[in-house]
């Protein structure tokens, strides 16, 4: 990786609780061209450097017992140093999961903008403080080099009002007490694939199911969000792996009054302890559900199923109909059975699964005839946070 004279190159960083993902784009291809990808997975415990340059096989390496964050962040430039030396990064972009009410587009991260994606920790503890963690370490290891944060919420700042508020008194709304919506960047991503495929359709009703470890909905019209299932935080809406997802607020403060219940235990109760593995006791996968001849890990999924099938009722009816559903993420990619599960009885909104093509995983796996598409997308949200930081690089230039 040159200091001053390679070719210019975007570094695209995506760091979870105990994940670094990156990604490295070549700049001066439009869009910009992925050159690497990889990721820094078990910080913390025993962690190990994964990455793979174009077609080549991918490669592991060990990393020190324990590494931090910033540890992560310096095997990552060592390893662009010896596999892009002819590289120049001139920008990094970062996947940032809050940017609270009025940040709505890519921001030029600066002091002023890092204290107040600080203050935002509370609204996202299981993302924020790792965002800015990797953000710290990436401006450490290049000094100089222009920082871009890309928030998941900014793609739900479309919310019409009625979306956007909870029924509380108005003045807890001015605070910022709203329905944000998170999986963001990963909707983009499926917008602008549909858009480039079929113009018509991506101006079109789209629900999509950005289901994985962490799942949401997101109802689209005219490649803007209407309605999401999350809400003021990224536990609401349908279950995740460990996350309850919506839970009524009387049960709550029932648990709350429970005897060594307090917000500490009722945090870990409902963002780490619920979900497939809470309703299971077996696994949050849901590849090791699907495997298991246990009636928990059945009843889980047919859970999870049941609550994403009323999630896209519920914004079919929102956005006065739906023209096609999109599975994407982990779960929604690869699990055609869960699929299955989800579209079994949509035959009511014109969406007819057709068995042997969703087995297939093939792109399209509605039946002919069907009112309405199914679609798979792989989700690319690097490429979203490549293409803002290279249009925000490119302004700062003389």
């Known amino acids: 990786?040159?200091?001053?004279?390679?070719?210019?190159?975007?570094l695209v960083i995506n760091a979870g609780s105990s994940s670094v993902k990156f990604a490295l784009f070549d700049a001066t291809a439009a869009p910009p061209r992925r050159l690497l990808r990889g990721q820094v997975e078990a910080i913390g415990a025993t962690p190990r450097l994964r990455v793979r340059a174009g077609d080549a096989a991918e490669a592991t390496r060990?990393?020190?017992q324990g590494a931090t964050h910033a540890q992560a962040i310096a095997a990552i430039v060592a390893l662009l140093r010896e596999a892009a030396e002819d590289t120049r990064?001139?920008?990094?972009?970062?996947?940032?999961?809050?940017?609270?009410?009025?940040?709505?587009?890519?921001?030029?991260?600066?002091?002023?903008?890092?204290?107040?994606?600080?203050?935002?920790?509370?609204?996202?503890?299981?993302?924020?403080?790792?965002?800015?963690a990797g953000l710290d370490a990436a401006a450490n290891a290049f000094p100089g080099v222009p920082q871009i944060a890309c928030f998941?919420?900014?793609f739900h700042r479309s919310h019409p009002w009625e979306a956007d508020v909870f029924a509380l008194p108005r003045r807890f709304h001015a605070e910022g007490l709203c329905r944000y919506g998170f999986h963001g960047l990963s909707y983009e991503s499926i917008v602008?694939?549909?858009?480039?495929?079929?113009?018509?359709?991506?101006?079109?009703?789209?629900?999509?199911?950005?289901?994985?470890?962490?799942?949401?909905?997101?109802?689209?019209?005219?490649?803007?969000?209407?309605?999401s299932s999350m809400g003021f935080t990224a536990l609401d809406g349908v279950p995740m792996g460990t996350r309850s997802g919506a839970v009524d607020p009387g049960?709550?403060?029932?648990?709350?009054?429970?005897?060594?219940?307090?917000?500490?235990?009722?945090?870990?109760?409902?963002?780490?302890?619920?979900g497939?593995?809470?309703?299971?006791?077996?696994?949050?996968?849901?590849?090791?559900?699907?495997?298991?001849?246990?009636?928990?890990?059945?009843?889980?999924?047919?859970?999870?199923?049941w609550r994403v099938r009323r999630e896209i009722g519920a914004l079919a009816a929102t956005l006065g109909g739906v023209d096609a559903l999109v599975f994407t993420?982990?779960?929604?990619?690869?699990?055609?059975?869960?699929?299955?599960?989800?579209?079994?009885?949509l035959g009511a909104l014109g969406l007819v699964l057709d068995a042997a093509r969703n087995a297939a995983g093939a792109p399209l796996i509605s039946a002919d005839g069907s009112p309405a598409r199914i679609l798979v997308r792989h989700t690319d949200e690097e490429a979203v946070i490549a293409r803002h930081t290279l249009a925000l690089a490119e302004q700062d230039r003389p």
């Open 152 to 154: 998941d919420t900014a």
């Open 251 to 274: 049960l709550v403060l029932h648990l709350l009054a429970r005897p060594g219940m307090d917000a500490a235990a009722l945090t870990r109760l409902l963002y780490h302890e619920s």
């Open 1 to 10: 990786m040159s200091r001053g004279t390679g070719a210019p190159a975007i």
């Open 329 to 345: 993420a982990g779960i929604g990619e690869n699990a055609a059975a869960l699929r299955a599960m989800v579209c079994d009885g």
């Open 192 to 227: 602008a694939q549909i858009a480039a495929e079929d113009p018509a359709l991506a101006r079109g009703r789209l629900v999509v199911a950005h289901l994985g470890a962490g799942s949401s909905l997101c109802g689209i019209r005219d490649g803007r969000s209407i309605e």
């Open 276 to 305: 497939l593995l809470g309703l299971s006791g077996i696994s949050a996968d849901v590849r090791d559900l699907l495997a298991s001849p246990a009636p928990e890990a059945r009843q889980a999924l047919s859970h999870y199923a």
């Open 62 to 64: 060990p990393l020190a």
């Open 89 to 132: 990064i001139i920008a990094i972009g970062h996947r940032v999961v809050h940017g609270g009410p009025e940040l709505a587009a890519p921001c030029r991260v600066d002091a002023a903008l890092r204290a107040r994606l600080a203050a935002l920790v509370p609204l996202a503890p299981l993302h924020q403080p790792h965002n800015l």
